[in-house]
């Protein structure tokens, strides 16, 4: 899986909108990108995944250049609930693995 | 729908000692997978089953970690003898496909003294 690299930490105030940067220069032609969130005491949880352009869902929506280089993550209105872990994963669903290959991710602190 | 769950929640035992994880994925799912994260660092990935069948366990550390899914249903994690640098989180996670959307439980927290 293609290496990325993002904020180790942010931090935002409840209601604005926050974007995580997600860089993955290797990405290769059949890499998706996936974004999980993560809470202490928690298994990760998968937020949304794309291929290219613009993808939204009711948690979040994520921004792919044409060049697919890097990706960004935008959650809408945050509140003090969504102060999380937050991974982005570079990976070819059709290879011959679906493991899911960690980094460090992203520490998201909303403050009130 | 229940999620996946793992038993038990936490574990403390001596070094030297066995000690067995259990995972149950989502009902239906055929694609079960195992986890870790081990003092403070990343998560890493163990093994993958599709049903009972070991499909990439590429990531067990070494011997002393046994993996089965008998019948394709829950899953069991085997530590014997375990190591002080087991100490660790372990996650399981489930799909219906081979998929990265995967449904992760909530963990075992593993302390070897």
Not at chain 1, 16 to 30: D, F, K, R
Not at chain 2, 14 to 42: A, F
Request: glycine fraction near 8%; aromatic fraction near 12%.
């Amino acid at each position: 899986l293609a290496k990325t690299t993002q904020p180790i930490s942010m931090d935002s105030y409840e209601g604005q909108e926050v974007n995580i940067t997600c860089s993955h220069n290797n990405i290769a032609t059949n890499d998706y990108i996936t974004w999980y969130q993560q809470f202490p005491s928690q298994g990760p949880r998968f937020i949304i995944q794309g291929y290219k352009t613009k993808v939204t869902n009711e948690v979040a929506s994520l921004f792919i250049p044409a060049d697919r280089k890097s990706s960004t993550l935008s959650l809408p209105r945050v509140s003090l609930s969504d102060t999380a872990v937050y991974y982005c994963l570079v990976g070819d669903l059709m290879g011959n693995t679906d493991k899911l290959i960690f980094g460090t991710g992203t520490r998201l602190q909303v403050f009130p | 729908e229940a999620g996946v769950t793992q038993f038990p929640s936490h574990s403390v035992i001596e070094k030297g000692q066995t000690v067995t994880l259990r995972c149950d994925p989502i009902s239906g799912h055929d694609n079960l997978y195992w986890y870790r994260r081990v003092m403070g660092k990343e998560i890493k990935f163990l093994l993958h089953f599709v049903k009972e069948s070991k499909q990439d366990e590429s990531g067990m550390p070494n011997n002393r970690f046994l993996a089965e899914r008998t019948g394709g249903t829950y899953s069991t994690l085997k530590v014997q003898p375990a190591e002080l640098e087991d100490s660790g989180v372990y996650f399981c996670a489930s799909s219906q496909d081979r998929s990265y959307e995967q449904y992760f439980g909530p963990g075992t927290r593993l302390t070897v003294t």
